[in-house]
């Protein structure tokens, strides 16, 4: 980990989606709508669903030092261990593969973001950042949730014969949840929650490798200063795909409450004022709804994973009424950015057609305005504007 930065701490988060089990129907709790979800009522004929897909949200507790009560991804800071050369041993058929066998991120080199840029060989550890953040994210998501994404050591053979035969362009499939006793892995934990590093330990004595080569590249977002408190982290989003929901249970100390529940839910419950989610969910949830099928999120995942991300570090631009988060291309945001991204402004900002426009207008903490049309960089796509309701998101793309 990179213990040299000075305004942020490094962070690695998990969007985590899955498929609806089948015979299990979506089942609201307080603070979710429910109205784009497949309910089954006595009398009355299903109502289908317009996402085959459901995504783990996790409320954050009211006691937290960081965005308390808010809902967001799994994930959370990185851990010295994360970076442990112990992780050498559990990927050590792996570890003659170029990032243990995740794919080559074609971004030029000078183009990545530091966080994943920055020579990890040079700070001390042998396990390519790709990797320990992948950890990290997998490790945060078993903490927070219990749900325990693995590669079994009986598979590491057919695993590894699959990675040297993929291609650089090859769709990674869909992954299956693995089952473990539910008592054993209630006490690891336990423990992992005690101290990050029984995560490498655990992994050793159940002979099981985290499964990073189902975490696809998906984002990197850095809190701006002053939003959410002193802390401020740089933080690695992934992207992984399940084919159907696994068993999951919040931790009761961190997490308040967890949910799976639609894109188009969240948003709605949000706006509806029944939950509150940060700028970056609240942007990477309407990404989301441009696909409505669980096949297709992750087709498409899995093929732009290799064209890599840019990072965000939004600027602030206080107004009378509220303020405006640019992001990299709007023709607000600075040609440099320092750590301060806070600036006084009394400028009249208008949003003409012709100008480039990559930002939130905030008046209301629940009611953010996106304002997006410019052309994202390595293929990603741009968030859905407007009603996120069924009749507008039937025959999105």
């Known amino acids: 980990m990179n213990t040299g930065l000075k305004h942020w701490k ?3 988060t998990l969007i985590l989606v899955a498929g609806h089990r089948l015979g ?9 709508a429910c109205s784009q ?12 669903h317009v996402f085959d897909y459901n995504v783990l949200l996790l409320k954050r507790s009211s006691k937290s030092g960081f965005m308390p009560n808010a809902y967001v991804f799994p994930g959370g800071m990185v851990d010295p261990s994360d970076f442990s050369s112990e992780w050498l041993d559990v990927f050590k058929a792996f570890t003659n593969s170029p990032n243990f066998g995740l794919r080559c991120v074609r971004q030029p080199p000078e183009t990545r973001p ?8 040079k700070l001390g550890s042998p396990i390519p950042g790709e990797v320990a953040f992948r950890i990290c994210a997998l490790r945060e998501t078993f903490e927070e949730s219990g749900v325990l994404l693995f590669v079994s050591k009986k598979e590491e053979l057919s695993l590894l014969k699959s990675l040297k035969d993929r291609r650089a362009d090859d769709e990674v499939k869909h992954y299956k949840v693995n089952e473990l006793c539910s008592d054993e892995l209630s006490k690891w934990r336990t423990l992992v929650n005690q101290n990050p590093s029984n995560f490498v330990r655990m992994c050793r004595e159940l002979e099981v490798l985290p499964n990073i080569w189902a975490l696809h590249e998906w984002a990197n977002w850095l809190t701006p200063e002053g939003q959410y408190g002193t802390k401020r982290f740089d933080t690695a989003f992934f992207m992984c795909c399940l084919e159907e929901r696994p068993c999951a249970l919040q931790d009761q ?3 308040q409450h967890l949910q799976w529940s639609t894109p188009s839910d969240v948003l709605q419950s949000f706006g509806a004022r029944n939950l509150w989610i940060a700028p970056p969910q609240f942007y990477e949830l309407r990404r989301m709804c441009r696909f409505l099928s669980l096949s297709d999120l992750h087709a498409f995942a899995s093929r732009r994973g290799t064209d890599g991300c ?3 570090l939004p600027v602030i631009l206080f107004q009378d009424n509220g303020y405006i988060s640019v992001l990299p291309g709007d023709q607000l945001y600075p040609s440099t950015v320092s750590e301060a991204t806070m600036v006084e402004t009394n400028l009249e900002i208008h949003g003409g057609s012709k100008s480039a426009l990559h930002r939130f207008l905030i008046s209301d903490p629940y009611s953010p305005e996106l304002q997006v049309n410019i052309t994202p960089k390595y293929n990603h796509t741009l968030p859905l504007i407007g009603s996120v309701n069924s009749t507008t998101l039937v025959g999105t793309k």
């Not at 129907?25 to 979710?32: A, L």
């Not at 009522?41 to 289908?48: A, D, F, I, L, Y």
């Not at 530091?114 to 060989?121: E, G, L, M, Q, V």
């Open 37 to 48: 979800s497949t309910v089954k009522t006595e009398g009355r004929p299903r109502v289908p």
């Open 10 to 12: 490094e962070a690695a």
């Open 114 to 121: 530091p966080i994943f840029a920055t020579d990890r060989h």
């Open 24 to 32: 299990v129907e979506n089942v609201s709790t307080p603070g979710f």
């Open 253 to 255: 100390k961190e997490i």
């Open 310 to 312: 840019e990072q965000w």
